[in-house]
């Protein structure tokens, strides 16, 4: 062994340690602790950063000549060491400490061994927080696109997307060049708490880069604001989109849909809608998503049964009153969902309906609801709608600030003014007509012995007696059963004269299959089509891709019932409202068969009102109801009163007087009871 | 890492750092499909250099930390693994030392109208995928021609800087929250 040459020579540092020691220290030395703790005691000191490592290396010369190194006096403190460069960051002190050598014993000879450990600093561990995110599910691949043929032709959102583009394009619209990408993010809902929920929503990708990618191609480019439907409904567990009719509430949620399942966060969907709307969703879901297998459920009760329970069925579509007679079935085991979906959700309006009852024993992780009128009469039905949605415990009773607060977390609401600036305007007009001489001696006729016959009622008379003669004058208002004339039939039939003439077409909305049957056989040189309830489902599909695809049909007489709901007649350019409906929001819905997307021109809307009759007095009512509608979706200052026509209101259309001793007093329903 | 079939999406590692005053550092690496569809996210909690590191490294400490530290930590931890690493910081690119995954910068947005994508450029070490033009590490040429070789999966327009928007987006959210403390 050869002695330790350096031993005894650092006078001012420590013996050194023994080697185990010495090593175990050195691993221990980091950049944060070493050259500041070990400075206590220390005259002299290396900057680490800039000098290698001590090595076990030993001259040999040294050892040979075993001529001690000069000591390093107290001097050299201030002169700093030779060869050490003197950083200039106010630790010049310390760097001019003598370094720690390390010192081994090795045989003469012995081979140089590298040292057995780098040095180098050493960091805590990094702590960090993961996310994973739910596989998303395969679906068939949609079809190849089609070669392109012609340079590439950006669609304009404002123009109108019609059924015909849907078999004329299967391409994603380019970016037009040098437009800068729109980009639709995904915001977390305010019920989203954890980080990890929120984390999931704010990573997902721009909506538009999502439905452009090869994933997921589109039929057509959605409008802006259906981005955002789109994206607000993919983060909604609770979602009321409530659009007004024509903007897209099915393509909106079909697309939501289609996100939920690719993202893995749905496997198993529930769409339940009207039954006359089951063939129109069937059809959009192929329009906008082809890939994704949809299961109706029909048949007798154990095929329905099996479908319920079908493997592999990502979403079911079901009509309401299959969906109640089966949920009855199923009993305290109905099928589990992900997301439930009710179209046309004022379904629900009343909690304590078969209805209601059974769609809120449905199990679900989320609940969407779709309707373009979420108050059809009062604000009590938006609150049932929010059971449903179980945002409000069972039974709960909202008033209406409260109503209105939750409305903002989770209804979506826009119309065709705040977004459509650039659709095609609705243009209303009242035809407002006298009788003909027959209609009016009829219709005088018949109102005085009624009202005679209501008064001689006294209190005894209900709401039902005022209907029957309310329905009685209407229908005389719409012509005369006994010589079939008609103000409105002269009227409409000169309407149609233009409107066939200039190749176009038109849907007419009446409240009774037997004025719609009656005006078929006049208006047979217009080639008229008739849907309504008694026409059979399966013929109904066929029958509007007649009036959509046969110019010399230029009319469909249609009942408020069955036509007003779902359907898409953006062709038709014309509406005739023949009679009026008892709530504005159901015209409404009727009217907007035609002005919805994909109207490529104004669509002129005549409303028939006969003079100084009933119809006068319920259109008055009709546009004061309107008017609140409006005050209460917009958040303004709303009562409680009913939106639709009230008991009041349909007493109040006659001058309704019981015998009071010697005079008379006004008759009024009898108040409701609580 | 090896590449992907055919069949497999190619995934990208979405890596970029935000400084938090007073805090240092926050990380996060979004894993994606080629599509931009995400796969994994992991984030950092705050790594800070105290004064005596900062000297000590110098002009070396962000490389260091970005790069070796942040970098290497979610690279190392993730569950999926990216096969190309993409940063929006220059000095992440230090990453490439100590990952067996290619790792690229994404520089701006140069995307010209009508443009066509530009092959491979293995001598300057760059490379064109969608609108931007990636740069590798100068001491892995071989990164860009086995990049080049998966560029057909990209669309001419995608924006591969636009998953950065959202990995900072989601990391001043978990700070918001609280979630890295």
Redesign the interface.
Known sequence: MIPSVFSGLFSTTKAPPPPETISQSENEATADSAPVESTAGAKYRLDTAEIEPPTPHIDPSLVESAEPIAEISPASETDGIPGVQIHSSGLNGALTRIPKVKVIPLPVGAPIIPPPVRWRPQWPSVKTVKICFPQGLEFLPPKPEKPKKKPEKVKDPAQPLTAEDADATAEIVPVPEGTPPKATRIKPPADAISLEDRLFFLLQPPLETWLKGQEMVMPFEPFQYQYEGIAWLFAQKAALLADEMGLGKTMQTITAMRLLLRSGQAQRILLVCPKPLIPNWQREFKTWAEELPLTTIEGDTQRRQMLWNLPGSNILLVNYELMVRDMEAFGENPPQFDLVTLDEAQRVKNRGSCTAVNARKIPRRRTWALTGTPIENRPEELASLYEFMEIIPPGGTPDLKQLQSLAKDYILRRTKDLVMTDMPPRLDRDAVLDLTPAQRLAYETAEKEGVIHLNEMGDSITIQHVFELVMRLKQIANYDPLTGDSAKFERLEADMEEVAASGGKAILFSQWTKTIDWLVEKLQRFNPLVYHGKIPTPKREPILAQFKQDPSKHIILMSYATGAVGLNLQFAGYVFLYDRWWNPAIEDQAINRAHRIGQKSQVIVTKFISKDTIEERIDRVLNEKRELFRSILGCGEATTESLGMNASEIFGLFDLKARHGKGTRLIKPAPAKS | MSAPTKQEPFRLGFLTAIEVPEKGYVGGL?V??H???????????P?KA?P??E????PTLGPFILGE??GG??VD?A??KPHLVLTDQEQILELRAHVNSPVAFVQADGSE??KKRVQAVAATGELRLGRQMLRFHAAHAEDVEKISVESARF?D?A?LS??FV??R??LQ??LK?G??R
């Open positions: 979004l994606t499909t599509h931009g569809r995400p796969l994994e996210f992991q984030c950092t909690l790594v105290n005596t590191q000297i000590l490294y110098g530290l942040i930590a979610l931890k569950g999926i109208p009508g669309p327009d924006d636009e998953p959202r990995v987006e989601a959210e978990a929250v979630g890295l």
